[in-house]
């Protein structure tokens, strides 16, 4: 059982952190994704629609309670793993989470479990470096390591990508900057061997920074849905709406997550 559940990211850490009780009674999964009032989950390949137990639901006393994106649960599965009933959560490693601007729920939670979290920029018109220094004092709150990654670098000369990068190094010595191309291919081989298997990599930047188009071409196929921004203000038109967590063909675990519209204080919903 444990193979299996190692090739969506389990290991020993979160196996000596499961309560003993819990994992005698129901089985473990990982959540793929969440939707209103359930969620997708995996036990290594495929996927099984889940729903809360009523307990959980009663016990939750915040939306950190519940099951978000990356979360391993304790499950009981029935009909052939058609379906299951989610009891509770494991222990977290990480939780990648951002402050919004709600009235009742003042964050949000972006993922659970994630090992780095990739800030996208494109290296047009988009970029703004403020926004990126609020990504990164998010990722650096929840103590995930981030990495860089300047998309579009076909938009850019040689010089201007050197521009960008040095903005970057000013504000963020420390971070690994990559510029990379989804049209070109431009470093998207090497971002590819770096991602390590059996870890969990987010991909987070504003919407139509090319993070689904990254996600498909690490995937080698168009398997999700990506838009054009729109020609009068360049931004992107909020394609994806799932996170949702996706398994690469060398083990590395991926969360593609919908673009931000804002990030800090005045933040509104994804
Ligand atoms: N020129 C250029 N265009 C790109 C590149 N990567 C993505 N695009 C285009 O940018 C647009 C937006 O890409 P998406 O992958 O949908 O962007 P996203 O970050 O997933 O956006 P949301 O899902 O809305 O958050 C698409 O038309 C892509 O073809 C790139 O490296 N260079
Ligand atoms: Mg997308």
Same mark, same amino acid.
């Given at each position: 059982m444990m193979d299996k559940l190692e090739r969506v990211g389990f290991d020993d850490w979160f196996h000596d952190q499961a309560e003993t009780e819990l994992i005698h009674n129901h089985e473990i999964a990982r959540v793929v994704a969440v939707h209103r009032d359930s969620c997708a989950v995996t036990k290594g390949d495929g996927e099984t629609y889940a729903e809360y137990s009523g307990n959980l639901l009663y016990t939750s006393?915040?939306?950190?309670d519940l099951p978000t994106t990356g979360d391993w649960v304790y499950a009981d599965f029935y009909e052939g793993d058609a379906h299951a009933i989610i009891y509770g959560v494991l222990p977290r490693k990480t939780l990648l989470k951002r402050k919004t601007a709600g009235k009742r729920v003042d964050f949000q939670l972006i993922?659970?479990?994630?090992d780095f979290t990739c800030i996208l920029q494109s290296?047009?018109? !988009?970029?703004?470096l403020r926004r990126l220094e609020r990504y990164l004092a998010m990722v650096n709150e929840c103590g995930i390591t981030p990495v860089i990654l300047l998309s579009?670098?076909?938009?850019?000369?040689a010089t201007e990508v050197e521009e960008l990068k040095k903005q970057i190094f000013s504000v963020a010595p420390e971070i690994s900057v990559t510029p990379f191309s989804n049209?070109?291919?431009? !470093?998207v081989e090497m971002i590819k061997d770096s991602l390590l298997k059996g870890k969990t990599y987010c991909l987070i930047g504003s919407s139509g920074v090319g993070k689904t188009t990254l996600l498909n071409r690490l995937l080698g196929s168009e398997k999700f849905i990506t838009q054009t921004v729109s020609s009068k203000h360049g931004k992107g038109k909020h394609t994806t709406t799932v996170r949702e967590l996706v398994r690469l063909e060398n083990g590395t675990l991926l969360i593609d997550t919908p673009g931000m519209r804002e990030l800090g204080h005045m933040a509104v919903d994804i």
């Open positions: 006393e915040s939306p950190l993922g659970a479990n994630i290296a047009d018109d !988009n970029f703004n579009k670098s076909d938009l850019a000369s049209k070109s291919g431009e !470093n």
